[in-house]
Nanobody, 125 residues
Framework: QVQLVESGGGSVQAGASLTLSCAAS????????IGWFRQAPGAEREGVSC????????YYSDSVKGRFTISRDNAKNTVYLQMNSLKPEDTAVYYC??????????????????WGKGTLVTVSS
């Protein structure tokens, strides 16, 4: 059974750091691009970061560029999102998604084939 499971969310103060993990089961991540997305209350889901299967291409949304870092460890079948200097506006449910090879889509609206169920990040001021 193909599954993506996010973890690492929590409640932190502004300026703190968190590292989210996206662990895959039922398939190997080697051939998959992984995207991180988030959805704040009352807002649409937005793309945050995406890394291609070969790591040759990495994207960040303007709102997180310079603060978030995406990385992957294929040996652990896991992709990470290191989030530094967190702001209250980063509060959202964070999801990871997987797509074959590339981060394809319009802007940061990357198309994903598989999705996790999300992990909540709450940043207080």
């Amino acid at each position: 059974q193909v599954q993506l499971v996010e973890s690492g969310g929590g409640s932190v103060q502004a300026g703190a750091s968190l590292t989210l993990s996206c662990a895959a089961s039922g398939f190997t991540l080697d051939d998959y691009a992984i995207g991180w997305f988030r959805q704040a209350p009352g807002a649409e889901r937005e793309g945050v970061s995406c890394i291609s299967s070969s790591e040759s291409t990495i994207y960040y949304s303007d709102s997180v560029k310079g603060r978030f870092t995406i990385s992957r460890d294929n040996a652990k079948n896991t992709v990470y999102l290191q989030m530094n200097s967190l702001k209250p506006e980063d509060t959202a449910v964070y999801y990871c998604g997987a797509a074959l090879y590339y981060c394809s889509g319009y802007g940061t609206l990357w198309d994903m084939n598989y999705w996790g169920k999300g992990t909540l990040v709450t940043v207080s001021s």
